[in-house]
T-cell receptor, first 115, second 117 residues
């Protein structure tokens, strides 16, 4: 079974703090994704990576950065956390993206509260 | 314009009844795929079913089936014989274009399904 793990289930931070969210997958997947989920808005893509050290902006990259130094690990960084970044953050991975029905596999999510 | 529209924010259904969750999509690309995911209260998204734009038959996976009406751009999820464990958020998602190099999914806003005993 594919396993995607996220470093924390719940996180409380203060405004202005630098926040790191870590995601690790154990199936040698090429692609990794970071989403945020807000009520009434569904999931929105922040960034994704299709290879080590490669990244592409998603729909809402402002205020975030990412790092992928190793294939299995994809980090989301909030350089200076703000209250409007309070949300549920979901990491996902997929094998290659080349097969039509290939799904993304999701981690359990991190609920971030910025005070 | 919304690419994926789920018009039912919440639904209540009696146990053992069939459920239809609506999803309409908007794309001009002839190649696309539609996915349904379930998100229980634990938070993890679980893949349920996939339908490709060129698939001739509606997809089925156990109690899940997809009512795919291409001309109407709808891809409704049907759950037969609902169970209490089906209570969750359900998301419809779309992937557009030729699949290589287009790994991104666009999600709808979700439908919260509650099964009543």
């Amino acid at each position: 079974d594919v396993k995607v793990t996220q470093s924390s289930r719940y996180l409380v931070k203060r405004t202005g703090e630098k926040v790191f969210l870590e995601c690790v997958q154990d199936m040698d997947h090429e692609n990794m994704f970071w989403y945020r989920q807000d009520p009434g808005l569904g999931l929105r893509l922040i960034y994704f990576s299709y290879d080590v050290k490669m990244k592409e902006k998603g729909d809402i990259p402002e205020g975030y950065s990412v790092s992928r130094e190793k294939k299995e690990r994809f980090s989301l960084i909030l350089e200076s956390a703000s209250t409007n970044q309070t949300s549920m953050y979901l990491c996902a991975s997929s094998f290659s993206g080349r097969a039509p029905g290939e799904t993304q596999y999701f981690g359990p999510g991190t609920r971030l509260l910025v005070l | 314009a919304q690419k994926i529209t789920q018009t039912q924010p919440g639904m209540f259904v009696q146990e053992k009844e069939a459920v239809t969750l609506d999803c309409t999509y908007d794309t001009s690309d002839p190649s696309y795929g539609l996915f349904w995911y379930k998100q229980p209260s634990s938070g993890e998204m679980i893949f349920l079913i996939y339908q490709g734009s060129y698939d001739q038959q509606n997809a089925t996976e156990g109690r899940y089936s997809l009512n795919f009406q291409k001309a109407r751009k709808s891809a409704n999820l049907v759950i037969s014989a609902s169970q209490l464990g089906d209570s969750a958020m359900y998301f419809c998602a779309m992937r557009e274009g030729k699949f290589y190099g287009n790994e991104k999914l666009t999600f709808g806003t979700g439908t919260r399904l509650t099964i009543i005993p």
